[in-house]
T-cell receptor, first 111, second 115 residues
């Protein structure tokens, strides 16, 4: 049972345009959501998070939106840069500290 | 955020042997975790490493196969025992500094190949 899903395994975007990565979850007890970026041969790097009491959090070029009723969150990257090319994982946690990860989306930003 | 290192960064091992992976943090942290990322898959939590007591394992993972130590607040080890090719994965440690639903920061990972 995949509690956190990223339905798009890959996404290709032109440099300077917006990248939108999507994530769906099934467990209504999740109250904290995170996005990580992962380059090959490296560990995941924390990007941005959002608590369930908010619907938007912004940090520079990165914005995360949370729609609790739809159990959906998205990461917007504006403007996209070639260095953003990586695998992006969303993750969720609830009452414990355990993170449940999605399957990842490979973002390719074309120059 | 804390600086996390792992040793070894990669290894190639023979079937039936064991490998111990070390995770070192440059500051004291509350929580330490071990994850596995099998080829082409997402990250899966193996266990929570508890300081001074036995680790808490997730469903499908057992202490005999993945013994974990955490002697203090900055160091933990994960051993992959009696390895088979199915254990070929990236093993990652992560840390967080507060007790509830906080952000986890990851080490660089250990890439294990079992022949």
């Amino acid at each position: 049972d995949q509690q956190v899903k990223q339905n798009s395994p890959s996404l290709s975007v032109q440099e300077g345009r917006i990248s939108i990565l999507n994530c769906d979850y099934t467990n209504s007890m999740f109250d904290y959501f995170l996005w990580y970026k992962k380059y090959p041969a490296e560990g995941p790097t924390f990007l941005i998070s959002i608590s369930s009491i908010k619907d938007k959090n912004e940090d520079g070029r990165f914005t995360v939106f949370l729609n609790k009723s739809a159990k959906h969150l998205s990461l917007h990257i504006v403007p996209s840069q070639p260095g953003d090319s990586a695998v992006y994982f969303c993750a969720a946690s609830g009452a414990t500290n355990k993170l449940i990860f999605g399957t990842g989306t490979l973002l390719a930003v074309q120059p | 955020s804390a600086v996390i290192s792992q040793k070894p960064s990669r290894d190639i091992c023979q079937r039936g042997t064991s490998l111990t992976i070390q995770c070192q943090v440059d500051s004291q942290v509350t929580m330490m975790f071990w994850y596995r990322q099998q080829p082409g898959q997402s990250l899966t939590l193996i266990a929570t490493a508890n300081q001074g007591s036995e680790a808490t394992y997730e469903s499908g993972f057992v202490i005999d196969k993945f013994p974990i130590s955490r002697p203090n607040l900055t160091f933990s080890t994960l051993t992959v025992s009696n390895m088979s090719p199915e254990d070929s994965s990236i093993y990652l440690c992560s840390v967080s500094s507060s007790g509830n639903s906080d952000t986890q920061y990851f080490g660089p990972g250990t890439r294990l190949t079992v022949l």
